[in-house]
């Protein structure tokens, strides 16, 4: 399948700006939510043209590698430092609306190679059609006279454990531009900018 060279149109990037979750904390580089979402007719075209950029020169800034890493509290009143916070990474703001956009060209191309027994990370699918799927086909077994069995495997940081190298040989495989890769091989390989950690800040535990 061929796959087009597409940039990032001024109404998209609009569109996306103006649907910002504007609590939503902001990441390194400083920039809130409300600013992006309020001013998004005065920003969509010049973050239009540097999004075109780092699409088309396979470049990527390295803030928007960085990210905040801040203590978040698993329950309404924590009580341990050591086991309820959680680590939580404020984003960029721009990388997360750039992200989208390079998703809706990928997916498309890279769908038809999808095991149809996947359903996570794909638009309407979810837990519940994976439920249902395994209950048909463990009943299907047992109703030709079968058995079913199941072995279920939580992986550990799954994300950082895919082999980057065979991604990208896919994504080559697949007739992904050059400098779509290289914009990708610079976000897995690049060195970010050092996270921020705020573990040292007071954290308000309870005491009742």
């Known amino acids: 399948m061929a796959f087009w060279l597409e940039t990032a149109f001024s109404a998209d990037v ?86 989208p956009i390079i998703g809706q060209w990928l997916l498309p191309v890279l769908e038809p190679a999808f095991d149809p027994n996947q359903f996570g990370c794909r638009r309407q699918r979810s837990t519940t059609h994976a439920l249902v799927a395994m209950t048909h086909a463990w009943q299907s077994a047992l109703d030709r006279g079968g058995a079913a069995r199941a072995l279920f495997v939580d992986f550990r940081k799954a994300f950082d454990s895919v082999n980057h ?15 779509r890769c290289n914009q990708m091989v610079l976000f897995l390989f690049g060195e970010p900018d050092a996270a921020c950690a705020y573990w040292n800040k007071p954290f308000q535990l309870a005491t009742a």
Request: a positive charge.
């Open 14 to 99: 609009e569109n996306r700006l103006s649907r910002i979750n504007i609590y939503k904390a902001a990441g390194p580089d400083g920039l809130r939510n409300w600013l992006l979402r309020d001013f998004a007719p005065y920003l969509t075209q010049p973050l239009a043209a540097i999004f075109n950029a780092s699409i088309r020169l396979g470049y990527v800034p390295p803030v928007w590698k960085s990210a905040e890493v801040i203590p978040a509290p698993k329950l309404p009143r924590p009580r341990s430092v050591q086991t309820d916070p959680r680590p939580t990474s404020l984003l960029p703001s721009l990388a997360k609306v750039l992200e």
């Open 165 to 179: 190298n065979l991604l990208l040989r896919k994504l080559y495989s697949r007739n992904v531009p050059h400098c």
